[in-house]
């Protein structure tokens, strides 16, 4: 059965930094795209950060810079490393598995965890 269990988000001040981690069970993330996803209050779903099974990542514009996406083939775990953040982080993230190429969608998902951010 494949979970994903996303744990590290809490109330952090404007500036601050926040460490999430994606937990992943089942079969091995080795061949899977994984990602980030955020919604904010009053908006969409949307993509944060990816990682290929390359390595290579992807990154929305808005957090390009602030933002680092890692993964772990062998702890089956995949990180968010956020800096510098802002009032418009705030909301509730996602971790995602065997995502498309251009993360359209992804086939599994986490419960979510909050990421709130003060001024």
């Known amino acids: 059965q494949v979970q994903l269990v996303e744990s590290g988000g809490g109330l952090v001040q404007a500036g601050g930094s926040l460490r999430l981690s994606c937990a992943a069970s089942?079969?091995?993330?080795?061949?899977?795209?994984m990602a980030w996803y955020r919604q904010r209050p009053g908006r969409e779903r949307e993509m944060v950060a990816g990682i290929r099974t390359s390595g290579r990542t992807d990154y929305a514009d808005s957090v390009k810079g602030r933002f680092t996406i890692s993964r772990d083939n062998d702890r089956n775990m995949v990180t968010l490393q956020m800096n510098s953040l802002r009032p418009e982080d705030m909301g509730m993230y996602y971790c995602?598995?065997?995502?498309?190429?251009?993360?359209?969608?992804?086939?599994?998902w986490g419960q979510g965890t909050q990421v709130p951010v003060s001024e």
């Open positions: 995602a598995r065997s995502c498309d190429v251009a993360y359209r969608w992804c086939r599994f």
């Open positions: 089942g079969t091995s993330i080795s061949f899977n795209l």
